[in-house]
């Protein structure tokens, strides 16, 4: 498929923490041209069955991670769900910077991922209130659980959206979606004679 990925943001000062998660999520599935030219011409008849597309982008710190979620914002591709870590020593924690981040992006879902218990279910939720938008991963981390958090946050984070914010992608996806097919087709079709 030719859609934009959806965008994750993994906040970790842990360098091969980040490298696991683009083994997950960004792991290339292969689509056949006949089938890519089949959904072009005939609409996705995939659709919720297939995978999302994910685009991982890092940042190594929770000040730096807060920073990457104001500039995605700005450049109209904003985050859809990010992994924090609780552990980033020497700056703030992922408990601490949870609500910055929420406050960036309202709509932000937050997977807190943790391998101690610096805080107990009382304390993060004192810190950080309760919200539907929040979720805990315990490391390790199961492929299957990254997965299922990454496809089931993005189809809430898109169920979500008002009515009109839903028009408009699916106003700009169709048109993208007719354009794309309109320029393979004019590049496999046989020239005129």
Known sequence: MNEVPHR??????????????RKVLCTHRSVSKLTAAESFLFGDSGGSDRQYEFRVDSAFQAQEG??????????????EV???DVRMPPGLDGIEV???????????HIVICT?????????????????????VLKKPFDR????????GLITKRMADRSPAERRGANAEAA?????TAIFQLRHELPPHA
């Open 8 to 21: 994750i943001l993994v906040i970790d000062d842990n360098p091969e923490i980040h490298e696991d998660f």
């Open 115 to 135: 391998a101690y218990s610096d805080y107990t279910w009382e304390q993060m939720f004192e810190k950080v209130g309760v919200s539907d938008r929040m979720f």
């Open 98 to 108: 949870t609500p910055r981040l929420w406050i960036a992006d309202p709509s932000l």
């Open 144 to 151: 299957e659980e990254v997965l299922q958090l990454a496809h």
């Open 82 to 84: 990010a992994f924090v």
């Open 175 to 179: 048109a993208e979606k007719f354009q």
């Open 66 to 79: 807060l920073a990457r979620v104001y500039h995605a914002i700005q450049e109209g591709y904003p985050y």
